[in-house]
């Protein structure tokens, strides 16, 4: 551990350590801990997880067919044609999906892209 006392008081050097930790408990989440976890990885382009609901879509952009915790859980997409969209966050029903309307189906998968944006796409899968 560095040794504050060399350059600074006791005293001042503990106030120091007490800020920092405080800093650091007040801060949220860094990165890491905001990433989600990765379900998969594939050398697909996201848009070949499934099919593309335009209603589902459009429910995403008004924020009435959502993710409760955007991208909790996602697949990255490493296709080559995948320029600047690498990973779709999962949603199942009754699992991280916000569906005030009920639209959803049991035993599908629904795949956000750009979740709460005004270009969101829904893909559906089973």
Request: glycine share 8%; aromatic share 12%; charged share 20%.
């Amino acid at each position: 551990m560095f040794n504050f006392s060399a350059f600074l008081p006791a005293r001042s050097a503990a106030r120091l350590l007490a800020a920092a930790v405080t800093l650091g408990a007040l801060l949220p989440p860094g990165p890491a801990a905001a990433q989600g976890a990765i379900y998969a990885w594939t050398n697909d382009s996201f848009w070949q997880v499934g099919r593309l609901d335009k209603e589902l879509s459009a429910l995403c952009r008004r924020n009435e067919f959502n993710q409760v915790r955007k991208n909790r859980l996602k697949i990255w997409y490493t296709g080559k044609d995948n320029i600047g969209r690498g990973t779709t966050g999962v949603a199942k029903y009754g699992w991280n999906l916000s569906d005030p309307n009920g639209k959803a189906v049991p035993d599908m998968t629904y795949h956000f892209i750009n979740d709460g944006w005004s270009d969101c796409k829904v893909f559906v899968a089973p």
